[in-house]
């Protein structure tokens, strides 16, 4: 193992000079020429306008996109170099709505990658109960229901289950808690940040809302038309002279109690 593949084996991820563009026309990058690491246990917010290529980074971890430029590293491996199978199944995916199939149970969707991955059926029913229980739902009251039976914040709650099913060390969100309501979306938050200090999982989470990024980030990622324009932990970010930062942070006031 030489020095650069023991550096690469410090960080669950690494983007190296990575850009992607759709359909080979360079002159349109999606996302153009980042550099990241995200170290093992961190939770890592990608922050930005709508169209920034937060999304595109993503999908780029878990190898639904490939870069046309530069590589992405997974647990210090190429993604272009992995089974894109084996690597979405050792990585948990959570999304708006929760993504959940609406024709099986909360169990059933809990189960479906363990399952997949031929687990004993008294595995998968102990390991359903045990995240049920760790996402706040009784396992006896909703087991058995259909995710039509279930309210928005309950349906994102399965959807955390579902993703954290088979133990995965990578939890990728997508705006899990967009299309929620504010009082809901703030206590989800507030469960999330808890969750996440007694998970110790590697986290990256998308989201447009600085009050989430700077609650739930150990380090906030800025993306600004498909570049990574700032970098920097909480409270150091609420501070940076960046143009861009500074029109997110406007967005704050004194009432929050984050910025004045």
Not at 71 to 93: D, H, K, M, S
Not at 117 to 135: F, G, N, Q, Y
Not at 244 to 249: D, G, K, L, S, Y
């Amino acid at each position: 193992m030489n020095a650069k593949t023991a550096a690469r084996l410090d960080f669950a991820i690494e983007f190296r000079g990575v850009t992607y563009y759709i359909n080979d026309i360079p002159a349109r990058p999606i996302v153009s020429g980042v550099s990241l690491t995200i170290s093992r246990g961190e939770t890592l917010v990608l922050l930005g306008r709508s169209g920034s290529g937060k999304t595109t980074l993503l999908k780029l971890i878990n190898r639904m996109l490939v870069p046309s430029e530069g590589q992405v590293f997974v647990e210090g491996r190429p993604t272009t170099e992995c089974n894109p199978i084996r690597l979405r199944r050792g990585i948990g995916y959570v999304i708006q709505e929760a993504g959940l199939f609406p024709h099986f149970t909360i169990a059933e969707n809990i189960a479906l990658v363990p399952t997949l991955e031929k687990w004993d059926s008294v595995r998968i029913a102990a390991r359903v109960d045990e995240l049920l229980r760790l996402v706040s739902l009784d396992p006896a009251e909703f087991s058995t229901r259909y995710p039509r039976e279930l309210s928005g914040g309950q349906r994102q709650r399965v959807g955390v289950a579902r993703a954290l099913a088979a133990d995965p060390p990578i939890l990728l969100m997508d705006e899990p808690f967009g299309a929620l309501d504010p009082v809901t979306r703030a206590e989800l938050q507030r469960e999330f940040s808890a969750l996440t200090r007694r998970l110790g999982r590697t986290i990256v989470f998308v989201t447009h809302d600085i009050r989430e990024a700077l609650l739930l980030g150990q380090r906030i990622a800025l993306l600004q038309a498909g570049h990574l324009v700032a970098l920097a932990a909480p409270d150091d970010f609420l501070h940076l002279d960046q143009r861009e930062v500074q029109a997110f942070t406007a967005c704050l006031d004194s009432s929050d109690g984050v910025a004045s």
